[in-house]
């Protein structure tokens, strides 16, 4: 019989914005022969579901008001599971998660916990004690949790989670299509990739450091793709600068497309749980420049291609040298990106969805009280 998983996740690819939660979407996909049933929570919206955007799943879209008022609206959406299910699974779940704990509880049914989120190192220290409470107790609550860095592993213990944690990495899909990668006719080409635009992944020191390069850097170009509540003013603001252009939330393919048309992805978050797009540069022969953000250090520390800046984040002056050394350095050879290729086989689909399959049936519900 084909096991039927439950999938509450707060971040999933839609039309508006294709890149959020993508790695949500790409473990859907290296998990073949299961019955995925998605149910996408878009939280402080006007009430009402809709049906799911992307992706051959079967799913809802719940569109839910903040506070007490959402919770009683997401427990009412649980009325219109009416098929079964093997395992319930929270993806970057918030304190508002515990009605499908609560519903999955009251059948039998395991609960595993997929984090992914950097809040935990950024936010989570400020948020109020009620939250913290609420969401400490909810992942305790749990049957199991699984991230993608054992830096993440290692800041959840320390916020007081004691379920077992499990290290899996992110799935990492091949690239669907090759595209030819050639020389720029002149200077060098730099890329940054972000679902959203705003101070998580540091792009506006990146832009106060690019005004700078690009006085003394003419022929070089940078290209920032992505959506965002500061989109219009940073156009307005650096819009004129040479070289950079902005790209909005665009189609997956196009992204595949900007991979190789980039020399460096320029990553410069102050926190990364994982680093997904700067795996996927190396995995397509696009060297990375990064910060030492915790997820991409994990794994990146010793692969050809990728250079670790010393600075912080926000050191401005540390980002212009770094630039410049990138705009002289030659792009990744033929061996180090099949070093790179190497690596990450463990991380492709068939390998990471096996590892997954077997973690949730390792799940075992919470014995329920006589």
């Known amino acids: 019989?084909?096991?039927?998983?439950?999938?509450?996740?707060?971040?999933?690819?839609?039309?508006?914005?294709?890149?959020?939660?993508?790695?949500?979407?790409?473990?859907?996909?290296?998990?073949?022969?299961?019955?995925?049933?998605?149910?996408?929570?878009?939280?402080n919206q006007t009430p009402g579901n809709a049906p799911l955007p992307t992706g051959p799943w079967k799913g809802v879209c719940i569109n839910s008001p903040g506070g007490w008022r959402g919770l009683r609206w997401k427990a009412h959406s649980l009325h219109a599971v009416r098929f079964p299910v093997d395992a319930v699974l929270l993806h970057l779940p918030n304190p508002d998660a515990w009605p499908v704990w609560v519903w999955a509880k009251m059948r039998g049914i395991p609960v595993g916990i997929v984090e992914h989120r950097s809040a935990w190192l950024r936010d989570f220290p400020n948020k109020s004690g009620a939250y913290k409470w609420f969401l400490r107790a909810?992942?305790?609550?749990?049957?199991?949790?699984?991230?993608?860095?054992?830096?993440?592993?290692?800041?959840?213990?320390?916020?007081?989670?004691?379920?077992?944690?499990?290290?899996?990495?992110?799935?990492?899909?091949?690239?669907?299509?090759?595209?030819?990668?050639?020389?720029?006719?002149r200077g060098h080409r730099f890329g940054h990739l972000g679902d959203s635009l705003g101070a998580v992944k540091g792009q506006e020191f990146l832009l106060n450091a690019w005004s700078l390069h690009a006085a003394t850097h003419p022929n070089d170009?940078?290209?920032?793709?992505?959506?965002?509540?500061?989109?219009?003013?940073?156009?307005?603001?650096w819009g004129h600068l040479p070289?950079?252009?902005?790209?909005?939330?665009?189609?997956?393919?196009?992204?595949?497309?900007?991979?190789?048309?980039?020399?460096?992805?320029?990553?410069?978050?102050?926190?990364?749980?994982?680093?997904?797009?700067?795996?996927?540069?190396?995995?397509?022969?696009?060297?990375?420049?990064?910060?030492?953000?915790?997820?991409?250090?994990?794994?990146?520390?010793?692969?050809p291609g990728i250079r670790f800046r010393m600075g912080a984040w926000n050191d401005v002056p540390d980002l212009v040298e770094a630039?410049?050394?990138?705009?002289?350095?030659?792009?990744?050879?033929?061996?180090?990106r099949e070093t790179c290729r190497t690596f990450f086989e463990p991380l492709r689909p068939k390998s990471w969805g096996a590892d997954f399959r077997d973690w949730v049936r390792r799940l075992k519900p919470t014995p329920q009280p006589r």
């Open 323 to 336: 630039l410049a050394l990138c705009a002289q350095q030659a792009p990744p050879s033929a061996q180090d």
């Open 243 to 303: 070289g950079l252009t902005f790209g909005d939330g665009v189609p997956r393919e196009d992204v595949e497309r900007a991979f190789y048309g980039w020399d460096t992805l320029v990553v410069n978050s102050p926190v990364e749980t994982f680093g997904l797009a700067a795996a996927e540069a190396l995995d397509r022969g696009c060297a990375v420049l990064s910060t030492q953000n915790g997820g991409v250090t994990s794994w990146g520390a010793h692969l």
């Open 1 to 43: 019989m084909t096991p039927s998983w439950l999938h509450w996740t707060t971040a999933f690819p839609h039309a508006d914005d294709p890149q959020n939660g993508l790695f949500v979407a790409h473990g859907l996909e290296a998990v073949p022969g299961v019955d995925h049933c998605v149910w996408h929570i878009k939280a």
């Open 138 to 185: 909810l992942f305790n609550a749990s049957n199991g949790v699984t991230v993608p860095s054992e830096f993440l592993g290692d800041a959840l213990r320390k916020a007081g989670v004691k379920t077992p944690i499990t290290v899996l990495g992110n799935p990492l899909p091949a690239p669907t299509n090759v595209y030819p990668r050639t020389a720029a006719a």
């Open 221 to 237: 170009t940078l290209q920032l793709l992505g959506n965002g509540p500061e989109r219009a003013q940073w156009e307005q603001r």
